[in-house]
């Protein structure tokens, strides 16, 4: 009875001075006789207490490291309240877990880190302790201590300890796959021209089931990462012939080391031209043929010229034959005076057709446009000495149609053979439908004497516009006297009409100086006319 008693007393004392049950972490601490182990006397602040049973917070404090060491001015029980129950959480956020600022911890979230649930890095299997968890009195599953800042705390090594453990050297918190960070310079292997557009991965392959391969990869040869194209073709280094700057431009090669050097033309062509590579196989290098030059070219002339072009031609350019090098005079039509200087291909048309030559008007068009119409009349009048000036002489001209006479002697062949349109072209006339003065001359008589003369030469002769040999007594008024002396002109001025209708009085041409004293006496009643 005494012992039910003092149990009743026991309880009613215990429900009077415990604030509640302790969590289920703390449960081992129920009872009065044990609540000076957290709480100590005369004392609100629980922290010494709490930190003799904690002891890796403890050890993080002192050190100055952590979220708990920026904290010490509030006591512990405002973030782990207790004696709410044992199933209580004995963490109070603030703020809410999510706006937990990590940077308070000494360790601030960056990149890919951010973003993340507390617990997606604060696992059991990524804490670390120099003690056991219980000694530590920390729960590995509840627990926010125990992590190292190093990757390798909570990320795998790919590299399987290849490279450095320091991640940071090459990685960054942004994008793992990221290796801004790694100098390739430090290695033996630093990167020049296109192989640092280099995807990583192209060197370094992933076998299958294996980590990519950092260390032991060979690269002193080219050989080593890439394929020969030429397939042994060649059997010195590739860096004799390309560099890491582009390895389809073969700049270090010197053709004039090969077998065939590099001269004129062939200096500006390109690789393939000579060196193809037919679909599905390698391009070729060795062995090309090249002693003949109708091992790469097409000969245009069909063998006619033999087989040796180094005979015309050279190099430096294949349709400029040397001077001197061909003797056309070994063909059937040599060449002379303006001949020698046409181009080869001005007459032999697409290098290959040879044009009849027996006539000039084989390869020269008419330029009088049929007014000569003897084909072979070339000849009579031009040499290849050059078109213009003609041959055609003086002595010539008096076979044809007009001799030449007097003044027309002297007269320069384009003064009468003048320009004309013959259809849509433009060329001299020499065929003339009439031989008549008029042709070419224009009279300055008009009509005045079409009824007293049957032509130029009636009056003018070839010798000399200026004389005239007309008779005069045709006209009903003979010239005697000093009107034999006179020039035309002097009578018959040059404007249209004065050869027709004067007047046959003295009168008419004379003034007279007597003021009509002896009117309706004639003036040779009493003058002379010598």
Not at 80 to 94: K, N, Q, S, T, V
Not at 284 to 298: G, L, N, S, V, Y
Not at 303 to 315: D, Q
Request: with cysteine.
């Amino acid at each position: 009875m005494r012992s039910v008693i003092f149990l009743l007393i026991n309880l009613s004392l215990w429900a009077q001075l415990s604030p509640g049950p302790l969590a289920k972490a703390h449960s081992n601490l129920e009872g009065v006789a044990k609540c000076t182990t957290c709480h100590p006397v005369g004392s609100k602040d629980l922290a010494p207490k709490c930190l003799e049973c904690h002891k890796a917070l403890a050890e993080r404090v002192q050190a100055g490291l952590g979220f708990h060491a920026s904290v010490t001015q509030k006591t512990c029980n405002e973030c782990h309240p207790d004696h709410h129950g044992a199933d209580f959480e004995l963490i109070y956020w603030p703020e809410g877990v999510a706006q937990f600022d990590h940077t308070l911890t000494g360790w601030k979230l960056t990149g890919k880190h951010q973003g993340h649930t507390c617990r997606d890095c604060h696992q059991a299997k990524f804490t670390q302790f120099q003690g056991t968890p219980e000694a530590l009195a920390v729960s590995s599953a509840r627990t926010f201590l125990g992590l190292k800042a190093d990757c390798a705390a909570c990320h795998e090594d790919v590299h399987k300890g290849q490279l450095t453990a320091n991640c940071q050297e090459c990685h960054v918190a942004e994008d793992w796959h990221q290796v801004s960070q790694f100098d390739h310079e430090r290695t033996q292997f630093a990167l020049k021209g296109q192989h640092q557009q280099v995807e990583c991965a192209k060197c370094h392959q992933m076998q299958a089931g294996q980590p990519s391969v950092f260390r032991g990869l060979a690269f002193q040869r080219c050989a080593d990462c890439h394929q020969d194209p030429h397939q042994g073709q060649f059997q010195k280094d590739c860096v004799s012939c390309h560099d890491e700057e582009s390895f389809k431009q073969a700049r270090l090669f010197n053709h004039q080391t090969a077998t065939f050097t590099l001269t004129g033309k062939h200096r500006t062509v390109e690789c393939m031209a000579c060196h193809p590579k037919p679909s599905g196989q390698i391009q070729r290098f060795k062995p090309i043929a090249h002693q003949k030059c109708q091992d790469c070219h097409t000969d245009p002339h069909r063998g006619k010229l033999g087989s040796s072009c180094s005979e015309c031609h050279a190099t430096q350019s294949w349709q400029a034959v040397e001077k001197g090098a061909f003797d056309h005079s070994a063909t059937a039509f040599e060449l002379k005076g303006q001949h020698a200087q046409v181009a080869c291909a001005k007459c032999h048309l697409n290098g290959l057709k040879v044009q009849a030559f027996g006539q000039c008007l084989d390869c020269h068009r008419n330029e009088h446009l049929g007014q000569i119409r003897d084909a072979k009349a070339c000849e009579a009048c031009h040499s290849e000495a050059g078109f213009i000036p003609a041959q055609f002489s003086t002595q010539r001209h008096q076979e044809t149609r007009f001799p030449l006479d007097g003044s027309h002697l002297a007269t320069p062949c384009i003064d009468c053979h003048v320009p004309v349109q013959v259809q849509t072209r433009r060329t001299r006339q020499f065929h003339f439908a009439n031989l008549n003065c008029t042709t070419c001359h224009t009279s300055p008589h008009a009509e005045s004497l079409a009824e007293t003369v049957t032509g130029c030469t009636s009056c003018h002769s070839v010798d000399s516009w200026s004389k005239s040999q007309f008779d005069h007594q045709v006209t009903g008024f003979g010239l005697v006297g000093v009107h034999s002396d006179l020039s035309c002109q002097q009578c018959h001025s040059q404007i249209e009409g004065d050869f027709k209708g004067l007047g046959r009085l003295c009168q008419d041409c004379h003034a007279q100086p007597h003021r009509d004293q002896f009117s309706g006496r004639a003036c040779l009643d009493c003058h002379r006319q010598d």
